[in-house]
């Protein structure tokens, strides 16, 4: 076993002890996260934390002061940079073995259907209903599993569409 090997299993060590619980599953899964706000910023440091192994983090916004109160990956010194690539930073700040990589723009521009596919599952961390609609159609037509999150004033929920598990039944 060499250092990284040693590394991943001293990081992991919590994990092992459930016995249900599939690390080496969790670090060879594909991600994409959508939207890297108040949401995907949960979303972001709990797959850090999980070993998730790639996540491409999309958002075209930019950090302002008022996502200081509802962020954790966010800082008063980032104010007017791209939230994805901050996101994308802190994520390797957390987890340094994870594969990240970011895009500034709309998902609409900047993902393609290909690349849908390739993802074990996409998250949908956006605030706005038709953006939900239009990944929730390009996952259906990339058959890949979406999780769509969103908050209201006093809940937070989040839907499956498995569109990736009807088509392995």
Known sequence: MDRN?????NRYQ???LIDWFDQDRVCATRVVVV???AIGNEVLK????LGVGWVTIIDFDKI???NLTRTVLFRES??????????AQACKRINPGMSVEF?????????TIEEIAAADAVL???DNFEARIRLNTLCLLAETDLYNTGIDNQYATTKVFPYNSQTNN
């Open 124 to 126: 949908c961390c956006v």
């Open 64 to 66: 302002e002061t008022h």
């Open 5 to 9: 090997d040693s590394e991943h299993d």
């Open 46 to 49: 709990n797959l850090a934390l």
């Open 103 to 111: 895009r500034v723009g709309d998902f609409w521009d900047v993902l």
């Open 78 to 87: 980032e104010i007017g940079s791209y939230k994805s690539m901050v996101a």
């Open 14 to 16: 919590r994990h092992a």
């Open 35 to 37: 939207g890297a706000g």
